[in-house]
């Protein structure tokens, strides 16, 4: 099912990377909340190494699922976090943010 999605939304996740490249300078941070399985963040990341992406989901098998998803990437990171609690990051820890 997953591989599905990520085909046919992969358009829309690279022109999200482009709006990030064109409004972030290179070194930024960008955290994907409730990343899921590792997309968007995954394609993100291969298009714009010079940004590290903080990957969130409140599952850990979904976690364990995107850093098998990710593996070779080394501008991501991964947390168990829900998106209604943030708070284990400090205050202006990115330079944008991501909610598919």
Known sequence: MYAKIFEVSKPA?????ALIKENTPNGS????IG???GEPTTTMAKLLETHTF???DSQVQ???NAKHRAAGLNNVEFHVAS?????AFPTASFDAATYV
Do not use: F, H, Y
């Open 13 to 17: 996740w690279v022109r999200l990377a």
């Open 29 to 32: 941070r960008v955290i994907d």
């Open 35 to 37: 990343a899921g399985p």
């Open 54 to 56: 903080v990957l969130t």
């Open 62 to 64: 979904m976690i364990e």
């Open 83 to 87: 998106a209604e609690d943030l708070s």
